[in-house]
């Protein structure tokens, strides 16, 4: 225990800093120091080195000069607001090592006390450029965020690897770029290069088309040519995961045919899908205006019957070059990485791309159209059974990537998560069924997407739009209150979820006992979300659906379950005992364990199992038929 202190010193004890402080305040930067975006030129072109060849430890190292016109305080910024990913995700904190010189000198920084992502300096007199040596640090292990560099593959994203001047739009700061890879790597972007050996020089473009042009390299590659413009281009760990069958390949043909046909258009000089399997390297979905970055787990040719869901990327992140790319929401698009984007309009840039991706992969016949309508089914089941439609509208989940910073959440079926997905394919389905029906079948989505995104072949630049935009160009297909319609699916709260549109198209969402072959239930018999209301992974519970049998027992995410109705867990004895309970009184008996503790439920479930599918309602073809033949 401390010895008590006489009352007069104890006051001056605990005054006597504050009054320190308030007589020798600290100096802070001046408020609003950081200049404004202006659409002007920068004078000079950024230039960037980096080599790329440390990949054991995982390091970038850069050097950067930046020219200078005049001396005096600058401001140079690190990336935060980052297109595709709708919310401040720059790494900032893998950025070490940042030294600045001009005339040979070191110049000093501080970074802004509010925006971390700031840099001030005071360029000296006389100085024309300043030279930048820093490191990006990739994540070498899974906690640290996404693995960018292995010993066999690299994801080069240029806003890791560059700082950029403030005041300027960075559509008017040019640059130009130069990467040293590993020896016998070769590397793709959708930015033209020159190859010299390992060393990689990239056209001179704006910085804006930089950060919009990531590059993947590695040690294992393939290029595959899709179409005169379209390119894949697939890296592995090994040589083994390269080998695509000519019917896959075609496939993917298929898609960016099938794509070009709807839309009527290319906004790309030329396209390259950036495709990684990997083990190693962080997995990715990320769209650009002339590539896209899609990462997935080894298998995606050699196992191909097992991995439907993974081909859903490929046609999701294309659809983008039409769809966020080229036509984005006004109050996404931003004159440089600084400025705030808001996503009131992601139910159009992330939901109808989400249709278009399923429509095309039927289309392309990537995936056959038996599973994508179990792929359909499984998405309406979860979006029709979340409590959380009660109290929270669908427009309000366009702000989940600021507010989460896309962590996951324990509770997302009373919190919802980033429905604007999902839940933004079913109102476009519906849109498509309206049109459908007000024609008289003569318009589909498909008329609204040649007028909405075809035009102006081979602009990568952007074109915004508001939602009066969206109304006006449905309206010109078909005249209708659009905007009244759209207002309602996007702020009402609602207790189910908007399945008209599969309805009108002539199919509805049933439960059986025969687990969907989009879900997990297929695979491990650890599906029981639309039974008991929970599932379970290999290391406990991952779901527990509010409100659900299981919920109203007390169980929780992480909860393991040890044993069901006296004896040993496994799914399928799980799966045995909700048969047996159903039409009975007695409840199931789980033993649970959390941590070192235990603990006995008794879920009081008596329905059978529920698996989520779609049934056809009507004779002949069907609008939802219509919609997924090939054009």
């Known amino acids: 225990m401390k010895p008590m202190l006489p009352l007069a010193a104890l006051l001056l ?7 320190a402080q308030n007589s020798a305040p600290q100096p802070v930067l001046p408020v609003n120091t950081i200049p404004e975006a202006r659409d002007v030129p920068y004078p000079g072109t950024l230039q960037l080195d980096i080599d790329a060849t440390n990949t054991q430890q995982g390091i970038f190292n850069v050097k950067e000069v930046i020219p200078v016109a005049k001396s005096g305080h600058m401001v140079l910024l690190f990336p935060k ?17 940042l030294q600045i010189r001009a005339n040979g000198k070191r110049v000093a920084w501080t970074r802004d006390p509010v925006d971390v992502y700031a840099f001030h300096i005071d360029v000296p007199a006389g100085a024309k450029k300043l030279d930048l040596e820093f490191q990006f640090i990739s994540a070498t292990v899974a906690d640290q965020g996404r693995i960018v560099m292995t010993p066999a593959m690299m994801s080069l994203q240029w806003n890791s690897m560059s ?3 403030a005041g300027y739009f960075t559509r008017r700061i040019p640059v130009q770029a130069t990467v040293k890879y590993p020896t016998g790597w070769s590397a793709a972007s959708g930015l033209p290069s020159k190859a010299t050996g390992s060393t990689y020089t990239y056209d001179k473009t704006t910085y804006e088309i930089l950060v919009d042009s990531p590059v993947l390299a590695g040690r294992y590659y393939r290029p595959i040519e899709l179409s005169p413009r379209v390119t894949l281009d697939v890296f592995a760990d090994s040589p083994e995961e390269l080998d695509a069958k000519p019917e896959q ?7 960016v045919e099938q794509a070009v046909k709807t839309f009527g258009t290319q906004h790309y000089d030329h396209y390259h899908f950036l495709l990684s399997i990997s083990e190693e390297l962080g997995g990715i979905g990320l769209e650009h205006h002339r590539s896209s970055e899609d990462g997935t787990r080894p298998g995606y040719f ?32 931003t004159p440089d990485y600084r400025t705030p984007m808001r996503g009131s309009l992601l139910w159009v840039y992330e939901g109808q791309t989400q249709f278009w991706g399923y429509v095309f992969q039927a289309r392309s016949g990537l995936v056959n159209k038996a599973d994508t309508l179990e792929a359909y089914a499984a998405i309406m089941a979860s979006l029709d059974n979340r409590p959380a439609r009660e109290w929270r509208p669908l427009v309000d989940t366009t702000n989940d990537p600021v507010i989460t910073a896309r962590r996951p959440k324990g509770w997302v079926s009373q919190q919802r998560s980033e429905d604007y997905y999902n839940e933004g394919l079913l109102v476009w389905m519906e849109v498509d069924s309206i049109l459908r029906e007000k024609s008289g079948g003569t ?21 915004t739009y508001t939602l009066d935009d969206v109304a006006s160009t449905l309206n010109s297909v078909v005249p209708w209150d659009w905007k009244s319609f759209l207002n309602e699916r996007l702020s009402a709260v609602t207790e189910r979820a908007p399945l008209k549109g599969f309805e009108k198209n002539g199919y509805k969402l049933v439960y059986t006992d025969v687990p969907n072959k989009a879900g997990r239930g297929a695979k491990d018999a650890a599906d029981f979300t639309y039974s008991l209301g929970l599932t379970i992974g290999p290391k406990g519970i991952t779901n527990v659906t509010w409100d659900s049998a299981a919920f109203n027992a007390g169980m929780d995410l992480g909860d393991e379950i040890v044993a069901v109705n006296g004896r040993g867990y496994t799914g399928d004895r799980l799966k045995d005992a909700v048969k047996a309970a159903k039409g009975s009184k007695e409840p199931i008996k789980l033993l649970l364990k959390s941590g070192d503790r235990y603990r006995e439920v008794a879920i009081d479930y008596h329905e059978g199992l529920r698996y989520p599918h779609l049934v056809k309602t009507v004779e002949g073809e069907a609008g939802l038929d219509k919609l997924l033949e090939p054009r």
């Open 163 to 165: 700082l950029y001047p």
């Open 302 to 333: 050699t196992k191909w019957d097992e991995n439907t869901g993974s081909r859903n990327l490929l046609p999701h992140e294309y659809t983008h070059s039409w769809d966020g790319k080229f036509r984005r929401g006004a109050d996404l698009w």
């Open 13 to 19: 004890a605990t005054t006597a800093p504050a009054l």
């Open 443 to 463: 318009k589909s989505i498909d008329d609204f997407a040649r007028s909405f995104f075809g035009y102006r072949d081979g602009d990568f630049g952007e074109v």
């Open 249 to 255: 390949i075609e496939a993917h043909k298929r898609l």
């Open 81 to 97: 607001w980052l297109p595709g990913n709708h919310g401040p995700r720059g790494e900032i904190e893998k950025l070490a090592g």
